[in-house]
């Protein structure tokens, strides 16, 4: 499994003319599955990508993580994160997670997430936290205000 997750200002999703997603500040998440890739992976990824401290503390430095910040979550399938591009000038995807089995994946991830930010909200007393999402498999347009720019990759095979 693979996170690529950009610290932004602001974010949205399109699919056909409409917004299915928009945050303000927080992280837009690329989400690329594998067949490999189980719930136990997908939540050591999770807790991982949550408690990230890359926002800026009062003296600059990257000290506070997304709830720090009240910050939220727009959460996008791709699968083009596992393209293969050894051989030729045509990327492969065939290490990319059969369509089932990755947009189960995917909806396990938003669940867990979507319960996050649930408890943050919960716990502060407000509903500042959002969890947004494109559509498993649509043709996606997506704005990006990168913050930083910051990014990072998360890969299970490294953490």
């Known amino acids: 499994m693979k996170l690529l997750i950009q610290r932004v200002k602001e974010a949205s999703v399109t699919i056909d003319g409409n917004i299915s997603g928009s945050i303000d500040q927080g992280f837009f998440v690329l989400i690329g599955v594998t067949d490999s890739d189980t719930e136990e992976t997908a939540d050591k990824l999770v807790k991982k990508m949550l408690g990230l401290r890359i926002f800026a ?3 600059g430095k990257t000290n506070k993580s997304l709830s720090d910040v009240g910050g939220s979550l727009l959460l996008v399938s791709q699968f083009t994160l596992y393209a293969d591009c050894k ?3 045509r990327p492969s995807f065939i290490k990319s997670g059969s369509p089932e089995h990755a947009e189960a994946i995917y909806d396990y991830i938003v669940e867990k997430c979507k319960s996050w930010a649930k408890e943050e909200n919960n716990s502060t007393g407000s509903d500042r936290i959002k ?13 990006i205000l990168n913050d930083g720019p910051f990014t990072i990759m998360l890969d299970s095979t490294e953490i």
Do not use: L, P, R
Not at 137 to 143: I, L, R, Y
């Open 57 to 59: 503390d009062e003296e």
């Open 87 to 89: 051989k030729g000038n």
């Open 131 to 143: 969890v947004e999402t494109g559509s498993f498999g649509a043709d996606m347009s997506c704005h």
